[in-house]
């Protein structure tokens, strides 16, 4: 099984990223900016996330390092996907989602790093497969009684008008 991590000694020159799990353990590194962001809403990556979807960075693998704790990371290969999850078996974060297939790519959650990747996340994916509690972003208002909570309110259902009215 192809392993995610690079070969390649890091230039010390090129810009990075870095990002690391919950608990601390494993820590990684990427050439910035990423190759592409895109959000997964594919059922499998959900699932793997816990989320209602995945947003990765596109990495080379050539610009991707695993800069501490990589006895820590535990993985997952689905032979019949063709793909390999990574996450800290520490604590479960994703740490990265390697679709063999594509041989110099791998992905990285977003969410792993705290500054700024070079890429906005303006790509979606399996949109087919996105689930209907999404939030996408609607009106939200404070909830009273319950400071620091918001709410989004049911949309108002549109009124029928029966056929008849227009008879
Ligand atoms: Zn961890």
Redesign the pocket.
């Known amino acids: 099984m192809a392993t995610a991590k690079s070969k390649k000694l890091r230039d010390p020159s090129l810009p990075t990223a870095k990002g690391q799990?919950?608990?601390?353990?494993?820590h990684v590194e990427i050439g910035v900016p990423a190759r592409w962001a895109w959000h997964d809403h594919a059922a499998v990556s959900r699932l793997a996330h816990a989320g209602a979807y995945a947003t990765y960075l596109g990495c080379y693998k050539s610009r991707f390092w695993v800069t501490k704790?990589e006895a820590?990371i535990t993985r997952f290969a689905d032979e019949k996907a063709g793909t390999v999850r990574g996450f800290?078996a520490?604590?479960?974060?994703p740490i990265y989602y390697d679709r063999l297939r594509a041989h110099t790519m791998i992905n990285v959650p977003r969410a792993l790093f705290t500054t700024r990747t070079g890429r906005e996340p303006r790509y979606h994916m399996n949109l087919d497969q996105a689930v209907d509690w999404l939030y996408a972003g609607e009106p939200l208002a404070p909830l009273k009684g319950y400071p620091g909570v918001m709410w989004e309110r049911p949309r108002r259902k549109k009124k029928t008008v029966g056929i008849d009215d227009f008879l």
């Open positions: 799990c919950v608990c601390g353990a494993v704790g820590a800290c520490k604590c479960g974060t």
